[in-house]
């Protein structure tokens, strides 16, 4: 499971820009890899702690990720297809489109057969035999 961000800049989810810069640069310092050449887990711990500001520091980013976690990135996809199936009359409140997006639900197959009333086969499906001359 990725970090949270916040976790990673030590700062509370109410913390101003003011406070997420400073933590930034505090943990910058420390971490940069010419503070700590060679050190392999200084360069990956930087490496995270630039993502995170880079999310947190960008008001629309830090929206997103407020909202939808670290599925942040596809929350404009999410909205897309919430947006396209309310306008077909799908009913989207009592539906989760988070495991669409991070690889952890069916996917399109389980929406498709939902809306469809259509079941899962197991195995090939029957079909006609052919004999080749």
Do not use: C
């Amino acid at each position: 499971m990725a970090k949270d961000y916040y976790d990673v800049l030590g700062v509370q989810r109410s913390a101003s820009e003011k406070e997420i810069k400073q933590a930034y640069r505090k943990l910058a310092r420390k971490w940069h890899p010419d503070v700590n050449p060679g050190n392999k887990e200084a360069e990956e711990r930087f490496k995270e702690i630039n993502r995170a500001y880079e999310v947190l520091s960008s008001k629309e980013n830090r929206a997103k990720y407020d909202r939808y976690g670290e599925n942040w990135e596809q929350a404009e996809a999410y909205e897309k297809a919430r947006q396209q199936a309310e306008a077909s009359g799908f009913r989207t409140e009592s539906f989760d489109f988070g495991g669409v997006f991070s690889g952890n639900g069916g996917g399109f197959e389980d929406i498709l057969g939902g809306i469809f009333g259509g079941r899962r086969r197991a195995g090939p499906m029957r079909g006609l035999n052919v004999e080749q001359p």
